[in-house]
């Protein structure tokens, strides 16, 4: 995988985003900070700009705050007010401050699924993958100075990181799809484990990289996907070998007593547990 072949395929384009009228601003007393952002949108909408989504709004308010001031002196007062909202809305469009964080996954999500995928199914796997990630960090441009601070307040953080697992997730089994990988079957979740594991890696390197060429974040994504390619390998080997111990193991199951607590049909839903 070489920088200039990947850089041929993705010219870069720094997509600001759109920006509500800041909280900090003077306004006059009759004027709520909610009209204030309102006439703000409407005003950019007409100037050719796209009209952010209440949702979109809280994202990106929260990303210009956050990459001025520290992850933990942010509340969400100080969200609503810059978004132009007031806290009743904020409250219904997300739980928590780190909702709203997640809430840009689904943004990055977004801007990669709708660019043009075209002709990548008729590259191999890996540039396939290479691709993708790198539509991912391109997406994520914008909004560097603000990852960069969150980054470093969450990693004294367990409970938070493995909730953002989560999210990661659900974000990068759409990202296989994209790369056109399968995530279902017995190594699905392997792969999309691994995946999130490996982007995080590169992640902390292109926080880093001030290069716009990023040529220190391509040859890290490109070692951790040789790196996933290696581990998938093992597992299908391991999973080959140990089948005759699975096949036991399921006749074994099938011979045991079947459960009696769904002899009044009172079974839970088995679609609760995906």
């Given at each position: 995988?070489?920088?200039?072949?990947a850089?041929?395929?993705?010219?870069?384009?720094?997509?600001?985003?759109?920006?509500?009228?800041?909280?900090?601003?003077?306004?006059?007393?009759?004027?709520?900070?909610?009209?204030?952002?309102?006439?703000?949108?409407?005003?950019?909408?007409?100037?050719?700009?796209?009209?952010?989504?209440?949702?979109?709004?809280?994202?990106?308010?929260?990303?210009?705050?956050?990459?001025?001031?520290p992850?933990?002196?942010?509340?969400?007062?100080?969200?609503?007010?810059e978004?132009?909202?007031?806290?009743?809305?904020?409250?219904?469009?997300?739980?928590?401050?780190?909702?709203?964080?997640?809430?840009?996954?689904?943004?990055i999500?977004?801007?990669?699924?709708?660019?043009?995928?075209?002709?990548?199914?008729?590259?191999?796997?890996?540039?396939?993958?290479?691709?993708?990630?790198?539509?991912?960090?391109?997406a994520?441009?914008p909004?560097?100075?603000?990852?960069?601070?969150i980054?470093?307040?969450?990693?004294?953080?367990?409970?938070?990181m493995?909730?953002?697992?989560?999210?990661?997730?659900?974000?990068?089994?759409?990202?296989?799809?994209?790369?056109?990988?399968?995530t279902?079957?017995?190594?699905?979740?392997?792969?999309?484990q691994?995946?999130?594991?490996?982007?995080?890696?590169?992640?902390?390197?292109?926080?880093?990289?001030?290069?716009?060429?990023?040529?220190?974040?391509?040859?890290?994504?490109?070692?951790?996907?040789?790196?996933?390619?290696?581990?998938?390998?093992?597992?299908?080997?391991?999973?080959?070998l140990?089948?005759?111990?699975?096949?036991?193991?399921?006749?074994?199951?099938?011979?045991?007593?079947?459960?009696?607590?769904?002899?009044?049909?009172?079974?839970?839903?088995?679609?609760?547990?995906?």
């Amino acid at each position: 995988m070489t920088d200039s072949r990947a850089s041929s395929k993705r010219p870069r384009k720094g997509a600001t985003p759109a920006k509500a009228s800041s909280a900090h601003e003077s306004v006059a007393p009759a004027a709520s900070a909610h009209d204030e952002a309102v006439q703000s949108i409407d005003a950019a909408s007409k100037d050719g700009e796209p009209k952010l989504s209440p949702r979109e709004a809280a994202v990106e308010a929260l990303m210009r705050l956050a990459a001025e001031q520290p992850w933990n002196d942010i509340e969400v007062s100080d969200i609503a007010r810059e978004a132009g909202l007031t806290l009743a809305e904020l409250r219904d469009l997300f739980p928590s401050k780190g909702a709203v964080l997640g809430g840009l996954t689904r943004i990055i999500d977004r801007k990669v699924l709708e660019g043009d995928l075209a002709g990548l199914e008729e590259e191999p796997t890996r540039e396939r993958l290479f691709d993708v990630l790198m539509r991912r960090l391109d997406a994520m441009e914008p909004y560097k100075p603000a990852l960069r601070r969150i980054a470093y307040a969450l990693r004294g953080e367990p409970l938070s990181m493995l909730a953002m697992n989560g999210v990661m997730l659900n974000s990068h089994r759409y990202m296989l799809a994209a790369a056109g990988i399968d995530t279902e079957g017995p190594l699905g979740q392997l792969k999309l484990q691994g995946v999130v594991i490996a982007f995080a890696r590169v992640t902390q390197v292109w926080l880093d990289d001030d290069d716009p060429a990023l040529a220190r974040t391509m040859a890290r994504l490109d070692k951790e996907i040789r790196n996933g390619e290696r581990i998938m390998e093992r597992a299908e080997d391991v999973r080959r070998l140990t089948a005759p111990l699975r096949a036991l193991g399921r006749s074994f199951l099938e011979r045991r007593p079947r459960d009696r607590r769904g002899r009044d049909g009172d079974e839970s839903d088995p679609a609760a547990a995906i």
